[in-house]
C-alpha cells in the first residue's frame, strides 16, 4: 500500500457542459493534477472501475443520469474515492440527506470562484493521505500478527519438524486445490492462514505425546484430539483470524459426523475446513512418518477414493483426485520440494 504524498492526485470529472470541463481540466491541470473528463457516465464509471482516481468532480443535475445516481453507481466499487459534487446554482443544490447517504464529502457552486474548488480538492487530498496512512498502519498490524503465529508455528516445529514441513505442502495443496476450484481472493486468504497454521494447537500437546515413535494409545489419542479447539482458541485473540479459526477448528470433522471435535456433519462443516481436511490427510498419507512408510500419491488417491461421503465432501474429493491425477508433476513438486 501506498504511504507517500500525493503529489499529483489523479481527478476525474463528470460533466455534460463541455466548455466548462475544459476550464476546470485546465486550472487542474496548472495545480499539477492529472485530469480525465468525461460527458458521458456510462464510459465514466467503466473508467473509474478500471482505473484507481483520488477524486471525482461530477455535475449533479445532467441528462440522462444524474449526478447522484453516478454517486450511487460508484460508491457500489469505491468507498474510498472523495466525491466533489457541483451544481449550477444553490436552487439547484442536492439535499444534506443525498450528500451524507452518499458520503458525499464537498459541494460546489459553478458560479462560485475556483479557489474554493481548489481549496476542496487539497482537503480531499489530505483526506485521502490519512486514508492510507490508516491502511497501512492496519495492514502492517495484520501483518506482525501473521509474523507472531507464524514464530508460535514455529517453536511446534523446533520441536516436532514434521508439523512444520506437513503444514508448508497443506498450504501449498490446499492453495492449488483453490485456485483449481477458482475460489475468489478472500477465500483463498483465509484458507491461506487456515492452512498454515492448522496444526498450530499441537504446541499444547505434551512432547511424549506428539513425538512418539510408536502408535498412540486411545488416552493419548484423546489428547491429540484436542488440537484443533486449541489452535483456534489461540488465534482468536486477534479479529484478523475471525474467518481463519472455524476452519481450524473443523479440520478434523468428518463428513459423516463422526469426527472431531465437535461432530459436525456434511455442511455443518465449513466449506474450506472440507477443502482442508483432503489435503491435510492427503499429506499425512504420502509422507512418512517413525510409524509409517510413505505411500504413494496413486494410493492416497484411492483412500481419499475410499473416503468420499464418509470421511469427505464427496464431491469435493472427487474433484480432488481429478485435479491430483490431471497435474500430477506439479503435486510431486509440491509435495517434495519443502
Ligand atoms: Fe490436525
Ligand atoms: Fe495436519
Known amino acids: 500500500?501506498?504511504?507517500?504524498?500525493?503529489?499529483?492526485?489523479?481527478?476525474?470529472?463528470?460533466?455534460?457542459?463541455?466548455?466548462m470541463m475544459d476550464i476546470l481540466s485546465v486550472i487542474l491541470k496548472k495545480y499539477g493534477h492529472i485530469v480525465n473528463t468525461y460527458t458521458e457516465?456510462?464510459?465514466?464509471?467503466?473508467?473509474?472501475?478500471?482505473?484507481?482516481?483520488?477524486?471525482?468532480?461530477?455535475?449533479?443535475?445532467?441528462?440522462?443520469v444524474n449526478g447522484d445516481r453516478i454517486v450511487e453507481l460508484v460508491r457500489e466499487f469505491d468507498k474510498e474515492?472523495?466525491?466533489?459534487?457541483?451544481?449550477?446554482?444553490?436552487?439547484?443544490?442536492?439535499?444534506?440527506?443525498?450528500?451524507?447517504?452518499?458520503?458525499?464529502?464537498?459541494y460546489f457552486e459553478k458560479s462560485t470562484q475556483f479557489d474554493q474548488l481548489i481549496m476542496f480538492i487539497q482537503t480531499g487530498i489530505k483526506y485521502i493521505e490519512q486514508l492510507r496512512k490508516i491502511k497501512n498502519m492496519k495492514l502492517?498490524?495484520?501483518?506482525?500478527?501473521?509474523?507472531?503465529?507464524?514464530?508460535l508455528l514455529n517453536t511446534v516445529g523446533a520441536k516436532d519438524n514434521y508439523t512444520e514441513k506437513h503444514s508448508i505442502r497443506v498450504t501449498r495443496l490446499s492453495l492449488?486445490?483453490?485456485?483449481?476450484?477458482?475460489?475468489?481472493?478472500?477465500?483463498?486468504?483465509?484458507?491461506?492462514?487456515?492452512?498454515?497454521?492448522?496444526d498450530i494447537g499441537k504446541i499444547g500437546i505434551p512432547d511424549k505425546i506428539l513425538l512418539k515413535e510408536d502408535?498412540?494409545?486411545?488416552?493419548?489419542?484423546?489428547?491429540?484430539?484436542?488440537?484443533?479447539?486449541?489452535?483456534a482458541n489461540i488465534l482468536r485473540v486477534s479479529n484478523i483470524f475471525k474467518d481463519v479459526c472455524p476452519i481450524i477448528e473443523s479440520h478434523h470433522e468428518r463428513y459423516?459426523?463422526?469426527?472431531?471435535?465437535?461432530?459436525?456433519?456434511?455442511?455443518?462443516?465449513?466449506?474450506?475446513?472440507?477443502?482442508?481436511?483432503?489435503?491435510?490427510?492427503?499429506d499425512a498419507i504420502v509422507a512418512k512418518r517413525?510409524?509409517?512408510?510413505?505411500?504413494?500419491?496413486?494410493?492416497?488417491?484411492?483412500?481419499?477414493?475410499?473416503?468420499?461421503?464418509?470421511?469427505?465432501?464427496?464431491?469435493?474429493?472427487e474433484k480432488f483426485i481429478t485435479m491430483v491425477n490431471e497435474n500430477k508433476s506439479e503435486i510431486e513438486k509440491i509435495l517434495s520440494n519443502v
Do not use: W
Not at 1 to 19: A, F, G, Q, R, Y
Not at 292 to 309: D, H, Q
Open 176 to 198: 492449488y486445490f483453490a485456485n483449481y476450484l477458482t475460489l475468489d481472493k478472500k477465500d483463498i486468504e483465509t484458507l491461506n492462514l487456515a492452512a498454515s497454521f492448522h
Open 41 to 64: 457516465p456510462v464510459s465514466a464509471i467503466e473508467e473509474l472501475k478500471n482505473n484507481k482516481y483520488d477524486i471525482l468532480i461530477v455535475n449533479y443535475l445532467m441528462t440522462p
Open 215 to 231: 502408535k498412540l494409545t486411545d488416552e493419548e489419542f484423546d489428547q491429540i484430539k484436542f488440537h484443533p479447539t486449541l489452535g
Open 256 to 282: 459423516d459426523g463422526k469426527g472431531y471435535p465437535n461432530k459436525l456433519k456434511g455442511e455443518e462443516i465449513p466449506y474450506l475446513a472440507r477443502l482442508l481436511t483432503i489435503c491435510d490427510s492427503f
Open 1 to 19: 500500500m501506498n504511504n507517500e504524498k500525493i503529489t499529483n492526485s489523479k481527478i476525474l470529472i463528470i460533466d455534460d457542459d463541455v466548455n
Open 290 to 317: 517413525p510409524y509409517k512408510e510413505a505411500k504413494t500419491i496413486e494410493y492416497a488417491l484411492e483412500e481419499i477414493n475410499r473416503g468420499k461421503g464418509s470421511q469427505f465432501d464427496k464431491n469435493l474429493a
Open 140 to 151: 502492517q498490524l495484520e501483518q506482525y500478527l501473521i509474523d507472531f503465529a507464524q514464530i
Open 81 to 106: 474515492i472523495y466525491i466533489i459534487l457541483m451544481s449550477m446554482h444553490k436552487d439547484l443544490a442536492p439535499s444534506i440527506e443525498t450528500m451524507q447517504s452518499l458520503d458525499i464529502q464537498a
